[in-house]
């Protein structure tokens, strides 16, 4: 009986790029595999098949001389024909099946071939994190600070190499310096941290006394932080390197360092501007003048107020606002004016605010008030 193609055996066309043929493969093998179809010949038969297929065609020079004879070209043994087909049956390590499904199950349990790259990883010492709080003005100026944590260092006794002077660490003859170690089940691979290492890859039989064979100890640093001026809240700094010391010489970790920047007594900033509430008098308001306003650089600005000023009119100085990094330029400033009602009046000044009153109904200087009142008459006559 004629052999099946093998690029239809496996649903793909004859242009099909590897990656496109290993999923193919592997959805017909999880498919017809023989643990999952105990006893049915024909899906045995079919296992063989795909598998069969997928051994040539995985193999460029297998697949051109394929592509060019057919089946014709692994007739008689003379090219491996049979992917792996022994006159005793089947064999699963000669196909490249083993090597597969090793894959597929690494690929579940997060090992196979990220071995050497997760032993790597589990060296690297942690990253630290560290919460600093400053002021706005510190926000607008920048400022060098230093700082103390406490962290794992590398041991100086043993340069973090985790081994007593004179010795050093030995590849572990159980794993072979992998950290893991595998067992064949059937037809699954099953990988362990190697109990010997206990995932190192390397064994030591002289540990430093002074860090216990970890290659760090637990000490107090100072660090010198910069932070640029015009940093805004929940920024975060990375100092490279400043973290955890890694475990026998692995790499460090990495410090960040989160910044929270106080409330501020005045001000109140978003983004590059800053705004101000300021209180003027009744007096200031109705007649106008100049009133005298902090600034985040610690001058102070004049403002003038026009006459007849509300509660609530802003004023814009430009370029009076926060710092801008990376930048030369300055964000604005916006005064936010309140017009104050006087308290404790002196008999005077009650008598001239009740002669002013008087003149007030006269003179139509409230066209506000006077506006609401007319709509409220207008609505309710």
Same mark, same amino acid.
Request: charged share 25%; hydrophobic share 30%; net charge positive.
């Given at each position: 009986?004629?052999?099946?193609?093998?690029?239809?055996?496996?649903?793909?066309?004859?242009?099909?790029? &590897?990656?496109?043929?290993?999923?193919?493969?592997?959805?017909?093998?999880? /498919?017809? +595999?023989?643990?999952?179809?105990?006893?049915?010949?024909?899906?045995?038969?079919?296992?063989?098949?795909?598998?069969?297929?997928?051994?040539?065609? /995985?193999?460029?020079? /297998?697949?051109?001389?394929?592509?060019?004879? @057919?089946?014709?070209?692994?007739?008689?043994?003379?090219?491996?024909?049979?992917?792996?087909?022994?006159?005793?049956?089947?064999?699963?390590?000669?196909?490249?099946?083993?090597?597969?499904?090793?894959?597929?199950?690494?690929?579940?349990?997060?090992? @196979?071939?990220?071995?050497?790259?997760?032993?790597?990883?589990?060296?690297?010492?942690?990253?630290?994190?560290?919460?600093?709080?400053?002021?706005?003005?510190?926000?607008?100026?920048?400022?060098?600070?230093?700082?103390?944590?406490?962290?794992?260092?590398?041991?100086?006794?043993?340069? @973090?190499?985790?081994?007593?002077?004179? *010795?050093?660490?030995?590849? %572990?003859?159980?794993?072979?310096?992998?950290?893991?170690?595998?067992?064949?089940?059937? !037809? !699954?691979?099953?990988?362990?941290? %190697? #109990?010997?290492?206990? @995932?190192?890859?390397?064994?030591?039989?002289?540990? %430093?006394?002074? %860090?216990?064979?970890?290659?760090?100890?637990?000490?107090?640093?100072?660090? #010198?932080?910069?932070?640029?001026?015009?940093?805004?809240?929940?920024?975060?700094?990375?100092?490279?390197?400043?973290?955890?010391?890694?475990?026998?010489?692995?790499?460090?970790?990495?410090?960040?360092?989160?910044?929270?920047?106080?409330?501020?007594?005045?001000? +109140?900033?978003?983004?590059?501007?800053?705004?101000?509430?300021?209180?003027?008098?009744? #007096?200031?308001?109705?007649?106008?003048?100049?009133?005298?306003? &902090?600034?985040?650089?610690?001058?102070?600005?004049?403002?003038?107020?026009?006459?007849?000023?509300?509660?609530?009119?802003?004023?814009?100085?430009?370029?009076?606002?926060?710092?801008?990094?990376?930048?030369?330029?300055?964000?604005?400033?916006?005064?936010?004016?309140?017009?104050?009602? &006087?308290?404790?009046?002196?008999?005077?000044?009650?008598?001239?605010?009740?002669?002013?009153?008087?003149?007030?109904?006269?003179?139509? *200087?409230?066209?506000?008030?006077?506006?609401?009142?007319?709509?409220?008459?207008?609505?309710?006559?």
């Amino acid at each position: 009986m004629a052999k099946q193609d093998y690029y239809d055996l496996l649903g793909v066309s004859r242009s099909a790029k &590897p990656d496109e043929l290993k999923k193919a493969y592997r959805k017909l093998a999880m /498919k017809y +595999h023989p643990d999952k179809n105990a006893g049915d010949k024909e899906s045995e038969k079919k296992f063989k098949e795909i598998n069969e297929a997928y051994d040539i065609l /995985k193999d460029d020079q /297998k697949r051109a001389a394929y592509d060019r004879m @057919g089946h014709a070209a692994f007739e008689g043994g003379t090219g491996g024909g049979g992917g792996g087909f022994h006159a005793g049956g089947f064999d699963f390590a000669a196909s490249g099946f083993g090597n597969i499904f090793d894959d597929m199950f690494s690929e579940f349990m997060g090992g @196979g071939a990220q071995t050497r790259g997760a032993q790597t990883a589990s060296l690297q010492g942690a990253d630290l994190r560290y919460n600093m709080e400053i002021s706005l003005e510190d926000a607008f100026k920048g400022l060098k600070k230093n700082i103390k944590i406490s962290t794992n260092t590398t041991c100086d006794d043993c340069h @973090g190499s985790g081994a007593s002077e004179g *010795s050093k660490a030995e590849t %572990c003859p159980t794993c072979h310096g992998q950290g893991k170690t595998r067992a064949r089940q059937g !037809f !699954f691979t099953i990988e362990r941290t %190697c #109990s010997h290492c206990h @995932g190192m890859g390397k064994i030591i039989k002289n540990p %430093c006394k002074t %860090c216990a064979g970890s290659g760090r100890t637990r000490k107090e640093k100072t660090l #010198s932080v910069t932070i640029p001026a015009g940093i805004e809240e929940g920024a975060r700094i990375r100092l490279t390197g400043e973290g955890e010391a890694g475990l026998r010489g692995g790499s460090p970790g990495d410090l960040y360092i989160f910044l929270h920047i106080k409330s501020h007594k005045l001000f +109140h900033r978003d983004g590059p501007n800053i705004y101000c509430q300021v209180p003027i008098s009744m #007096s200031t308001a109705a007649l106008g003048g100049e009133i005298e306003v &902090p600034a985040i650089d610690g001058h102070t600005a004049r403002v003038k107020v026009p006459e007849g000023t509300q509660s609530g009119k802003q004023f814009r100085l430009k370029g009076k606002g926060m710092s801008i990094m990376r930048s030369s330029s300055r964000g604005d400033m916006y005064i936010e004016t309140t017009v104050e009602t &006087p308290v404790n009046l002196t008999k005077r000044q009650k008598e001239l605010l009740e002669e002013f009153a008087g003149l007030e109904k006269k003179s139509h *200087s409230s066209p506000l008030s006077e506006g609401f009142f007319a709509k409220i008459k207008d609505l309710w006559g």
